[in-house]
C-alpha cells in the first residue's frame, strides 16, 4: 500500500462530531486550530455565531456535512441524517442508533445533509496532533481512513462501542493497526469538572467542561495508559455496567427500573453506566 505523506501539524485538532463547541471551544482556548466536523445545521448555524471570531481569524473551520465511506469526490454527494429532535448530541447517520434513540423514548426526524469523505479532508488540512471522534456510530470511518496516510495523530479519542463486544475488539484491533498502543477508558462525565491553565498569551484562563464534552486529552487524561489486552478487560467490567444499566437493559425500560438507576446515580454521583470513550497513544511518540 502506497502512503499517503501528508504532514502533521502539532497545533491542529480535529473536533469530529462539534455539537454545540463543547469542546472545540476548549481546544480553541489551549490555542491550537480546530478543524471542525458536524452534520446537523441547527449546530452549524449556532456554532457560526459562537466562534465567529476565531472563523474570521482561520483558528477554525467547519466541514460541513456528515463523514460517510465513499463520498463522491466532487462533494456534491447527500446523504441521509437522523437528526434527534430531543437531543441534538444523538444525531446520526446510523440505523442502529437511530433505532436506540427511539427505544429510549427521543424522536428523531430524517434530513438530507452533505457527503463528507474523512480522507480527503485529511488531505486538505493535514495529520492531527489530536483527532477527537464523536459521530454516533461512524467513527469506525474515521479510523479506516486513516489507514492510508503514513503519518497518524499522536493521540485520539472515540466514542467506543457499548452494545456488542466483537464489535468493540474490532475497534481495538484496527487502532493497533494504526500503531496505536496505548489506551485509557475515560467515563464522559465532565459537567462538574473545570480547567485552569495558561493560555498562549499568558493569561490564566478558566474552562467549565459542558455536558457533551469529551473534556481532556492526551497526557492530560485522567489514569494510567494501559495496553489493548489490559484496556478489554476493563471494558469486560464496564460491559457488564452496560448489560445491567444501559441503554438496553430491562431495567432502563421500566418505569420502576428508570426510578432505581436514577437512586443509584445519586448515590454513586455520577452517570450510571454513562459512556466511556477510548483513548488511544500512538506508539511513535516518545516519553
Known sequence: MNFK??????NLIYDVGMHQGQDTDFYLKKGFKVISFEANPANIDFCKKKFARAI?????????????????????????FYSNKNHSFWGSTSDDWAYRNEVLGTTNE?????????????????VPFYLKADIVGSEMICLRALLQFEN????????????????????????????????????QSFAHLKATFAAPDGDQLTHHFEEGGSGYFGEETAGRWKNSEQI?????????LYWLFGDY??????????????????????PLPGWYDTHAKHSSVKP
Not at 505523506?5 to 502539532?10: C, F, I
Not at 425500560?253 to 454521583?269: D, N, P, Y
Open 5 to 10: 505523506a501528508t504532514p502533521k501539524d502539532k
Open 56 to 80: 474570521g481569524e482561520r483558528r477554525l473551520v467547519i466541514v460541513e456535512g456528515a463523514i460517510v465511506e465513499n463520498a463522491p469526490a466532487n462533494g456534491q454527494g447527500k446523504v441521509g
Open 110 to 126: 430524517m434530513i438530507e445533509v452533505g457527503a463528507v469523505d474523512f480522507g480527503q479532508a485529511v488531505e486538505q488540512h493535514g
Open 152 to 187: 497518524k495523530p499522536e493521540y485520539l479519542s472515540i466514542r467506543s462501542e457499548k452494545v456488542i463486544f466483537n464489535r468493540l475488539k474490532e475497534e481495538f484491533r484496527l487502532l493497533e493497526e494504526l500503531g496505536y498502543d496505548k489506551f485509557k477508558a475515560i467515563q
Open 232 to 240: 478489554i478487560k476493563e471494558y469486560r467490567k464496564i460491559f457488564t
Open 249 to 270: 437493559s430491562y431495567l432502563i425500560q421500566t418505569e420502576k427500573g428508570k426510578k432505581l438507576i436514577a437512586q443509584m446515580e445519586r448515590v454513586a454521583r455520577r
